[in-house]
């Protein structure tokens, strides 16, 4: 026999395969039945349960009741007037700076030129201070102090931003971020 063919010698009396033939009907017997049992799993495989963008969780399973509700497009928080979420406003507006990306920066300001995006000088570096804030219905005011590391220099200024709420969240008044005097917001 060739060294490259396989050898169909019998293990025992009971082995079934004794020429390539017999081993050829055994692996088409062992696909069909493959085949059989792979339509028949893709068949009982879990489905979507009603309501739910997830397939992999069971109507029974302890988290069911949270997925569905983190998933409920209805039920998405939308942005609400605080505090905190208008100090950020103004955080994210020198953060866009610090990055390259006035783009990033315009999201949080309402009413920037156009200069803005086109010439805004990039932060090395900033820190804001004191950061104060109060809100009145969907307006706010933050008063801060901002270390602003620039080409040229640290300088410090301080400052009052006028906040309005939207409903993609809070913007910044440029004209209160220009009043600064800084060359990142242009006039």
């Not at 928080?77 to 950020?88: D, F, G, M, R, V």
Request: charged share 15%; net charge neutral.
């Amino acid at each position: 026999m060739d060294d490259l063919e396989p050898d169909f010698t019998p293990l025992s009396s009971s082995n079934p395969i004794r020429t390539p033939a017999d081993y050829a009907e055994v692996m088409k017997k062992f696909l069909v039945a493959a085949a059989i049992f792979g339509v028949a799993g893709l068949g009982l495989a879990q489905q979507a349960t009603q309501g739910s963008a997830f397939v992999d969780v069971a109507p029974c399973h302890w988290a069911k009741e949270a997925v569905d509700r983190i998933t409920d497009a209805s039920a998405v928080a939308k942005p609400q007037p605080s505090a905190s979420l208008a100090a950020n406003a103004v955080q994210q507006v020198f953060e866009g700076l610090k990055c390259g990306n006035p783009e990033w920066s315009a999201k949080f300001i309402a009413g920037a030129p156009s200069s803005f995006l086109l010439g805004a000088s990039k932060l090395n570096g900033f820190e804001l201070r004191n950061v104060q804030t109060s809100v009145a219905g969907n307006t706010a005011r933050v008063r801060f102090q901002v270390v602003a590391n620039l080409a040229t220099g640290a300088v410090t200024r301080s400052g009052e931003a006028r906040l309005s709420f939207t409903p993609e969240g809070w913007k910044t008044d440029y004209a209160t971020l220009s009043a600064l005097n800084l060359p990142v917001f242009p006039k």
